[in-house]
């Protein structure tokens, strides 16, 4: 009889030792990432005028660059009636696709910008 107890207390204390190990593997935690240095936000705003008919700059371009040059440029015409978004890529400070006057002067104003730095 007692050595029936000693098995089931040795088969008990295996079974707890498993289950604490699983517990420990399973809710471990995992090492996080180191925090980096990302180098680069430019940006730049214009605002003007496209339309005669109406008063005020509330049209803009905003130029959104990384520390490459590579980023989009958002263009906001607005007037009597209407408003339109455009949008244009940029990579490595070479648009893709022809540039009004405003959107040529954004885009200058950010990479003339030393880039932000921030930390992820």
């Known amino acids: 009889m007692d050595l029936v107890i000693l098995v089931m207390c040795i088969i008990n204390l295996l079974w707890l030792l498993a289950l604490t190990i699983f517990i420990v593997v399973r809710f471990r935690k995992k090492p996080q ?46 007037g009597r009636g209407i408003s339109r978004l455009y949008a244009k890529s940029v990579i490595s400070g070479k648009p893709e696709l022809e540039l009004s006057a ?11 910008q030393k880039p932000e730095t921030y930390h992820e």
């Open 33 to 78: 990432p180191p925090v980096q240095k990302v180098q680069g936000f430019r940006y730049s705003l214009v605002k003007f005028n496209p339309f005669s008919d109406t008063g005020g700059e509330q049209s803009f371009v905003v130029s959104l660059l990384d520390g490459g040059g590579s980023g989009i440029l958002l263009t906001s015409l607005n």
């Open 102 to 112: 405003e959107e040529k002067q954004a885009l200058s104003g950010a990479l003339q």
